[in-house]
């Protein structure tokens, strides 16, 4: 073993404060679950206020769907800055305000401009919660189990989407097959049910709110503050005295080589911004991979495949559970085969995958035979690119310019998701299901050679190590 492996194994060896440094990344990660939830409620509630609402043409269907997206946008521009400035912490605290009344102004909604609204405010809460949750467990976690700890806002998240979809099947009421779009809207389900579908956020949003004033603040944070003393005290917390007064030193050190001022001409420096191109480009590409269709359009996607209302809910579920056993999964691999690893399998798993859910769409299968085929992209995509690309964005910015290089990121990412949310149902209807499931396997080998040519390994390495190898690199 190499002196520096040596130094290493001391500093991030099985001696921290494991049941501490998990229980403020858990909570933390409430936000991962609060988005998960909310972005994935309105799938199941789509056929119920759709008809309440009266949504009929494609452009409106979209804009349902998507205008949360301009929210998450605002949510992750101000998310970086305004957490450099104020503290991971205040902004995570405010996330959570924002989810609980968003989730209740939506579930009163009497029109849908006022839906509408509710809607973007709760987006701003996932663009704060994408931002931030991922990025404050990485600056509290030991670097050997980093990658394991930043993959819990990704369980979270999935568990949130589970939530959301057991939610949606247990309000749901039976809907009979053939059942006319006037039956629907004076029914239960398109009165009231919907309703309740949104309102439940508004539960988990508090217990993360009263949660959030028992973390500390990121020591990383307090050290590029200047608060040397707070962020020692919460490094012992987590390592030790022993490792904490190294890992402070390593924390000082990087910060002394950065500028200090953050601008949007630092981000375009030169050794920035190659990290910000990874960052963004990985965050397209979570995107463009095209696996959100599946669960923010679930109700055409099972339809496709010859299911009905009340089938899809249920298929909805399956889905859910088969995210949520891959996304464990993908946590005990993370730190073992590594990012790059894990990201490359993942592209090119999903290019196959929806080559053949192409065919089958092209063919006109039905059933089970599609339904196996959505089931084997979710579980490639839960192994690999959904919480792998959280770590890797967390983990490869410098400390002074992290929330602001991080916020960047993730507006790509939520520009992205707006552009794919928006335009699906025209993909859809122009190029049919199969044509569309062929684009995003183009889309998936094009990720591929990206992520051959461009992100190298950063597992086991602390943050300092990696944001100074990328940038020298």
Same mark, same amino acid.
């Given at each position: 073993m190499t002196v520096s492996a040596a130094k290493r194994t001391a500093r991030d060896g099985v001696n921290y404060n494991a049941a501490y440094a998990w229980t403020i990344s858990f909570v933390a990660a409430l936000g991962g679950l609060l988005f998960g939830y909310d972005w994935v409620v309105i799938g199941g509630a789509k056929p119920f206020y759709e008809k309440f609402f009266a949504l009929t043409q494609p452009s409106q269907q979209g804009w349902a769907m998507s205008c949360a997206l301009v929210g998450c946008l605002v949510g992750a521009l101000v998310s970086g800055p305004l957490s450099d400035r104020y503290g991971r912490k205040r902004l995570l605290i405010l996330a959570a305000v924002l989810f609980a009344v968003s989730s209740l102004g939506t579930a009163s909604s009497e029109t849908f401009a006022g839906f509408v609204r509710w809607r973007i405010s709760g987006g701003v809460a996932i663009g704060l919660a994408s931002t931030l949750s991922?990025?404050?467990?990485?600056?509290?976690?030991?670097?050997?189990?980093?990658?394991?700890?930043?993959?819990?806002?990704?369980?979270?998240?999935?568990?949130?989407?589970?939530?959301?979809?057991?939610?949606?099947?247990?309000?749901?009421?039976?809907?009979?097959?053939?059942?006319?779009?006037?039956?629907?809207?004076?029914?239960?389900?398109?009165?009231?049910?919907?309703?309740?579908?949104?309102?439940?956020?508004?539960?988990?949003?508090?217990?993360?709110?009263?949660?959030?004033?028992?973390?500390?603040?990121?020591?990383?944070?307090?050290?590029?503050?200047?608060?040397?003393?707070?962020?020692?005290?919460?490094?012992?917390?987590?390592?030790?005295?022993?490792?904490?007064?190294?890992?402070?030193?390593?924390?000082?050190?990087?910060?002394? #080589?950065?500028?200090? /001022?953050?601008?949007? =001409?630092? &981000?375009?420096?030169? %050794?920035? *911004?190659? $990290?910000?191109?990874?960052?963004?480009?990985?965050?397209?590409?979570?995107?463009?991979?095209?696996?959100?269709?599946?669960?923010?359009?679930?109700?055409?996607?099972?339809?496709?495949?010859?299911?009905?209302?009340?089938?899809?809910?249920?298929?909805?579920?399956?889905?859910?559970?088969?995210?949520?056993?891959?996304?464990?999964?993908?946590? #005990?691999?993370?730190? /073992?085969?590594?990012? =790059?690893? &894990?990201?490359?399998? %993942?592209? *090119?798993? $999903?290019?196959?995958?929806?080559?053949?859910?192409?065919?089958?769409?092209?063919?006109?299968?039905?059933?089970?035979?599609?339904?196996?085929?959505?089931?084997?992209?979710?579980?490639?995509?839960?192994?690999?690119?959904?919480?792998?690309?959280?770590?890797?964005?967390s983990e490869i910015f410098p400390n002074r310019v992290r929330g602001t290089a991080m916020s960047t990121a993730v507006v790509s990412l939520w520009t992205a998701s707006f552009i794919l949310t928006y335009t699906f149902p025209f993909l859809d209807r122009s190029l049919g299901a199969s044509g569309t499931f062929w684009t995003y396997a183009g889309v998936c080998a094009a990720g591929f050679m990206f992520i051959l040519f461009r992100l190298p390994e950063t597992k086991g390495r602390t943050l300092e190590e990696i944001a100074l190898s990328l940038r020298r690199g």
């Amino acid at each position: 073993m190499t002196v520096s492996a040596a130094k290493r194994t001391a500093r991030d060896g099985v001696n921290y404060n494991a049941a501490y440094a998990w229980t403020i990344s858990f909570v933390a990660a409430l936000g991962g679950l609060l988005f998960g939830y909310d972005w994935v409620v309105i799938g199941g509630a789509k056929p119920f206020y759709e008809k309440f609402f009266a949504l009929t043409q494609p452009s409106q269907q979209g804009w349902a769907m998507s205008c949360a997206l301009v929210g998450c946008l605002v949510g992750a521009l101000v998310s970086g800055p305004l957490s450099d400035r104020y503290g991971r912490k205040r902004l995570l605290i405010l996330a959570a305000v924002l989810f609980a009344v968003s989730s209740l102004g939506t579930a009163s909604s009497e029109t849908f401009a006022g839906f509408v609204r509710w809607r973007i405010s709760g987006g701003v809460a996932i663009g704060l919660a994408s931002t931030l949750s991922p990025m404050y467990i990485a600056e509290v976690s030991p670097a050997h189990v980093r990658g394991r700890m930043v993959s819990l806002n990704q369980l979270t998240l999935v568990v949130g989407i589970l939530l959301a979809q057991c939610v949606n099947w247990l309000i749901a009421r039976p809907v009979p097959p053939g059942a006319t779009s006037q039956y629907i809207l004076h029914s239960w389900n398109g009165q009231t049910g919907w309703r309740w579908m949104f309102g439940v956020t508004a539960l988990p949003a508090a217990i993360f709110l009263v949660g959030m004033f028992f973390v500390p603040e990121s020591p990383r944070w307090l050290a590029s503050s200047g608060r040397r003393a707070r962020a020692l005290s919460v490094l012992e917390r987590i390592g030790g005295p022993a490792r904490s007064a190294q890992a402070l030193e390593e924390i000082q050190t990087g910060i002394e #080589g950065e500028s200090g /001022r953050v601008n949007l =001409r630092s &981000l375009v420096a030169p %050794g920035m *911004a190659k $990290l910000l191109l990874l960052g963004a480009g990985l965050a397209v590409f979570q995107q463009w991979c095209g696996i959100n269709v599946i669960f923010n359009y679930a109700q055409e996607v099972f339809s496709a495949a010859g299911y009905q209302v009340s089938g899809i809910l249920f298929d909805i579920l399956v889905t859910g559970l088969v995210n949520l056993v891959f996304t464990l999964l993908a946590m #005990g691999l993370v730190d /073992r085969a590594g990012r =790059r690893v &894990l990201m490359l399998a %993942g592209s *090119a798993g $999903l290019a196959v995958i929806y080559i053949v859910l192409g065919a089958g769409y092209h063919a006109g299968a039905k059933g089970s035979l599609m339904l196996a085929l959505v089931l084997a992209a979710i579980a490639c995509y839960a192994t690999s690119l959904a919480p792998v690309t959280w770590v890797v964005i967390s983990e490869i910015f410098p400390n002074r310019v992290r929330g602001t290089a991080m916020s960047t990121a993730v507006v790509s990412l939520w520009t992205a998701s707006f552009i794919l949310t928006y335009t699906f149902p025209f993909l859809d209807r122009s190029l049919g299901a199969s044509g569309t499931f062929w684009t995003y396997a183009g889309v998936c080998a094009a990720g591929f050679m990206f992520i051959l040519f461009r992100l190298p390994e950063t597992k086991g390495r602390t943050l300092e190590e990696i944001a100074l190898s990328l940038r020298r690199g």
